[in-house]
């Protein structure tokens, strides 16, 4: 039931609606009396009219009740003064009669047929506040789906331009919810915004890198068109995108390393021979300072496809870890002075927490990837160059990290630095084998080798090991 008005809530009670109704149908019938007595020559009932506002107000403001009273009220005054000659309550005709049977009939088809219609008005003000209600309710529910959805929103124009945003993707792409006059391409990379225009005015799916303050994201999207516009769902799969290209990458690593381990089985097989050949004929030529200079070079060239071949071994073949704990910071004091000597003309820091855990890593394989990433941190540097070696405290783990101040890396060349064979050096100054060496041997460890370098900023490699 609708909450009463201003009038209903002022009078309140019943008792107080009947005293109302008593009110209008006296100051009604009151009018009706002074009519007849100033006009007696007006016809015998038709003042009953006079009455029937008292029914219709009373019944309209305050309902059945109070109408039927004014109406009662109105009945013996129109009786008196309409019906029958003044001062008497005789019906002397059946004309009269009539009279006051239609007045009756009259006054109560008002009284029921206004009070139908009041009902019918309060019915449908509680269908419109109840309609409101659930109006409210759905959109707030929908705002809610809106503002708090994971999923990236938008809509976008017939013209291409976006005209809404959700914050999920407006925080992820870095614009406000409501970009002006942005077109929805804008946000794409350029190589993938082809397969949006492809999409125009089209259901379907279709993926695409957005563009954010960071590096793009993978977005799958789906695109509904209709009422002109184009509504776009996406959801962001950078993660597996990237968990994706780590499968392919340690397929790839897992490949070649077979390739390079049988390769260099049978590249090894030959280089005892040449090696001895070559030493044969140092000795026959000894005097022959020129010859002896070529073999010097010869050697010098088949003692390093000697280490090259040591090297795709180690990457074809899983590592052996000593089972045996090592504390990691006599370890990295004792390999210190060989390091400085690695180094040249460069400074070298050393900074060991106190108190780190031992780990289980084979010692040797450990000195090897050490003295990988400090070949490579050295040749990232100038003369003068600072590198810093530490060994710290992590979540489960020890963390031995070397940052130098060198050159460093783009994007590119650092997600590449742990594919076999992918050097920059310049050709015959690197093998591109010591970063897969290192992180090959930081899995076998049972932890993992974390790259960070941006240009001229330099680089840090992190090994982590359990404790």
Not at 53 to 63: E, R
Not at 166 to 174: V, Y
Not at 222 to 242: I, N, P
Not at 264 to 278: E, R
């Amino acid at each position: 039931m609708e909450p009463p008005g201003r009038i209903e809530a002022a009078i309140g009670t019943r008792p107080a609606k009947w005293l109302l109704g008593l009110a209008v149908g006296m100051g009604v019938a009151t009018v009706a009396l002074l009519i007849r007595m100033k006009i007696p020559f007006v016809i015998a009932g038709s003042q009953a009219i006079f009455s029937y506002p008292a029914i219709i107000i009373a019944t309209l403001l305050y309902g059945a009740r109070a109408g039927s009273v004014a109406g009662i009220i109105c009945l013996p005054f129109l009786w008196y003064f309409v019906v029958a000659p003044r001062r008497s309550f005789a019906i002397e005709s059946w004309p009269a009669a009539i009279t006051l049977v239609m007045y009756v009939l009259v006054g109560a088809a008002l009284v029921w047929g206004i009070a139908r219609m009041r009902t019918s008005l309060r019915r449908h003000r509680a269908l419109v506040a109840d309609l409101e209600s659930e109006v409210g309710r759905r959109t707030a529910e929908r705002n809610q789906l809106w503002e708090r959805s994971r999923e990236l929103l938008a809509v976008v124009t017939a013209a291409g331009s976006v005209r809404i945003v959700n914050p999920a993707l407006a925080a992820l792409a870095g614009i406000d919810t409501t970009p002006m006059d942005r077109s929805f391409e804008s946000l794409l990379v350029a190589e993938d915004r082809h397969r949006f225009r492809s999409m125009s005015g089209q259901d379907g799916l279709f993926e695409a890198r957005l563009t954010t303050p960071d590096d793009p994201a993978w977005i799958s999207w789906s695109c509904t068109a209709g009422d002109g516009e184009t509504y776009l769902v996406g959801r962001d799969f950078t993660a597996e995108h990237h968990c994706a290209e780590q499968l392919r990458q340690s397929q790839k690593m897992e490949l070649v390393g077979q390739m390079a381990g049988g390769l260099a089985h049978d590249f090894g097989n030959l280089v005892p021979p040449i090696s001895m050949t070559l030493h044969l004929l140092g000795k026959r030529h000894a005097d022959d300072a020129r010859t002896r200079e070529l073999i010097g070079a010869a050697e010098e060239s088949v003692e390093r496809a000697a280490t090259l071949i040591k090297r795709l071994l180690a990457l074809s073949r899983p590592s052996s870890v000593d089972r045996e704990p090592k504390a990691i910071g006599p370890l990295l004091e004792q390999l210190a002075p060989l390091l400085r000597q690695v180094i040249g003309h460069r400074v070298l820091d050393l900074a060991i927490d106190a108190g780190l855990p031992p780990v289980r890593v084979d010692t040797n394989q450990l000195d090897m990837a050490l003295l990988n990433l400090v070949v490579n941190a050295r040749d990232a540097t100038t003369e003068g160059g600072r590198l810093r070696l530490t060994a710290s405290r992590g979540d489960g783990v020890v963390e031995i990290a070397l940052a130098d101040d060198g050159h460093g890396m783009d994007a590119d060349t650092l997600r590449r630095a742990t594919e076999p064979f992918y050097s920059t050096k310049a050709s015959g100054e690197g093998s591109g084998l010591g970063l897969p060496m290192v992180h090959n041997f930081a899995i076998a460890a049972g932890g993992k080798l974390s790259l960070r370098s941006s240009v001229s900023s330099g680089t840090c490699a992190t090994i982590s090991l359990p404790t």
